[in-house]
């Protein structure tokens, strides 16, 4: 056994003040301040506040058609069919055809964005982009959108066509919610036309009806 004299035992005991000097909280003071510093955590509210979802909503409708009428029966003088053959085939009973020369599709966009615009009462330099849902554009270049633009007087819009057959419109509905929804654009406009009897024959019975 190995005996510890008195002296040894005092400079014991003086480290371990020393080491406790060090550290000014024991443990039980450590896990009190942990828990005082929780509650503070708990009770502050978050500087920055996640930015809510923005929604986009169909604030109003517009359209146009030709006033010319292609119906079922007429088409059965041209080519060899009839309005029994083609309503239990595709359902089609009528078509309206822009007749007038060098009209296309801008023209019917235009007709149907303009009654939009002014149902709506909306300001033209509001107005942050514009979507032309189409097959049959006037041009490759420029884009039925651009021609839009400059017809309506948008100066503050972006112009952007989408040829996607059938699904053109709703790809184009799914880009303006996504515009809106980034919070970069208020106020699109998207217009879903197509000038058909420019590509399609009513007197060639492969192409019609």
């Avoid at 400079?11 to 929780?38: E, H, M, V």
């Avoid at 023209?107 to 982009?129: C, F, S, V, W």
């Avoid at 919610?177 to 197509?194: C, N, P, T, Y």
């Amino acid at each position: 056994m190995i005996k510890i004299s008195k002296t040894e035992k005092k400079k014991n005991t003086d480290k371990t003040k020393a080491k406790t000097t060090k550290n000014p909280l024991s443990f039980i003071d450590f896990k009190k301040f942990i828990k005082k510093d929780k509650n503070k955590i708990k009770k502050q509210k978050p500087k920055d506040k996640k930015m809510e979802k923005i929604n986009a909503v169909i604030t109003g409708v517009g359209g146009y058609v030709p006033d010319y009428v292609l119906t079922n029966d007429e088409i059965s003088k041209m080519v060899d069919t009839t309005d029994e053959w083609i309503m239990t085939r595709i359902g089609v009973k009528e078509r309206r055809i822009l007749s007038e020369e060098g009209l296309g599709t801008s023209y019917m966009a235009r007709k149907a964005a303009k009654q939009l615009m002014q149902k709506t009462g909306a300001n033209p330099d509001e107005i942050d982009a514009i979507l032309v849902a189409t097959t049959t554009p006037d041009y490759h270049f420029p884009s039925t959108a651009s021609i839009l633009c400059d017809k309506l007087g948008l100066k503050n819009a972006f112009a952007l066509d989408i040829q996607a057959a059938c699904c053109s419109f709703l790809f184009g509905m799914e880009t303006a919610a996504s515009l809106i929804a980034s919070g970069r654009h208020k106020k699109v406009i998207l217009v879903g036309a197509d000038k058909m009897s420019s590509m399609v024959d009513y007197t060639e019975r492969a192409t019609c009806p």
